[in-house]
């Protein structure tokens, strides 16, 4: 997600482009899944669009600093709103969804696309309002929720096939990884190579594949049931877990600095020049020391922390009363 941020491409397309956006959308998926696996029905959804809102606030505010970055928070909250009923449904309707997404998405984006590039008149006035953006944004901008509801549904799935099961991380690291293999190799034969944030059928299938099977294989590798010989790679792999259980502390602090680097910048928010491969580890190796010392004491991280509280125990209300006044 840094990497992908800071690092300049030097005029190709980085590993990590567009790829890391995808992964961190699975596994929001896996998330939703998991919190409407162990809650009355009511609550689960009550929680997710209580965090669904308070990411659409978050995702506008981190706009509002107008960095060159195309943020993803509020697209995750939209998707998270749309995904509510999707919580509890059998797992042969979440793969319906989300194959019908990955198929249909991309051509509702073009047809939605091709129609606000046709408006005219007070249609196009009304479209190129600032009021307009974050419709517009979450229809077909850079993460169109008709095409990531693929990655989201997915998810859930996922979360529904028990994930402690080894059967179950080994099936994700197969089967993602031929959707991969289908999806790049596909795409290279169709005559148009997969390409970041495309929103084509192509690179939903060989990017939601792939990071189906990277999801798979850093289960089957650092899952506390897998086999002791990995108690090093666990070990080894523990300040980059540490600063995975944070992902929305440190994305929203790196969007931050940015915001502050750009500033500085000679050349402002019009380009990219401020991009540097040192400015990847002057912002990653702090996030993950950061992460590293704040889990010896806290399983959540600052602003984790803060949304689970703000939509599981509602701090405004007052308690309920248990006796009469008097």
């Given amino acids: 997600m840094i990497a992908a941020h800071t690092v300049p491409e030097d005029g190709g397309e980085a590993v990590w482009d567009g790829r890391s956006s995808v992964l961190f959308a699975l596994v929001a998926g896996i998330s939703l899944g998991l919190i409407s696996g162990g809650s009355a029905r009511s609550r689960s959804a009550r929680v997710v669009a209580l965090r669904a809102l308070l990411l659409i606030v ?37 793969g319906v969804v989300a194959a019908v997404a990955a198929v249909a998405g991309p051509w509702l984006v073009t ?27 979450w229809l077909y901008g850079v993460y169109p929720a008709p095409v990531w509801l693929a990655y989201v549904a997915t998810g859930i799935l996922i979360a529904r096939c028990d994930l402690r099961r080894p059967r179950t991380q080994a099936g994700m690291l197969v089967i993602g990884g031929v959707l991969a293999a289908a999806g790049y190799l596909g795409a290279l034969l169709g005559g148009a190579p997969v390409e970041a944030h495309s929103n084509t059928t192509s690179e939903v299938v ?10 798979g294989l850093l289960l089957l590798v650092l899952s506390p049931g897998a086999a002791r010989g990995r108690q090093v790679t666990r070990t080894i792999a523990r300040p980059l877990a540490a600063a995975g259980s944070m992902p929305l502390t440190l994305y929203s602090a790196q ?17 990219l020049d401020w991009q540097a ?8 190796v702090p996030a993950v020391v950061f992460a590293s010392v704040w889990s010896l004491r806290f399983s959540q991280g600052p602003l984790e922390w803060l949304v689970s509280r703000l939509s599981t125990q509602r701090p405004w209300r007052a308690p309920r009363s248990t006796g009469a006044q008097h």
Avoid: H, K, M, N
Avoid at 59 to 83: C, H, N, Q, R
Avoid at 206 to 215: D, E, K, N, P, R
Avoid at 260 to 268: E, M, N
């Fill in 277 to 284: 491969t040192p400015l990847f580890f002057a912002l990653a």
């Fill in 58 to 94: 978050l995702g506008i505010g981190l706009t509002l600093l107008e960095t060159p970055i195309a943020i993803i928070l509020d697209s995750y909250g939209l998707l998270f709103a749309v995904s509510i009923p999707l919580l509890f449904a059998p797992r042969w309707l979440l």
């Fill in 111 to 137: 047809i939605l696309t091709a129609g606000v590039d046709a408006a005219s008149g007070d249609v196009a006035r009304l479209l190129q309002s600032p009021w307009a953006y974050f419709p517009e944004a």
């Fill in 206 to 215: 060989a990017t939601g594949g792939l990071a189906v099977a990277i999801t």
């Fill in 255 to 271: 969007i931050i600095a940015i915001a502050i680097i750009v500033r500085l910048s000679p050349a402002g928010s019009d380009g």
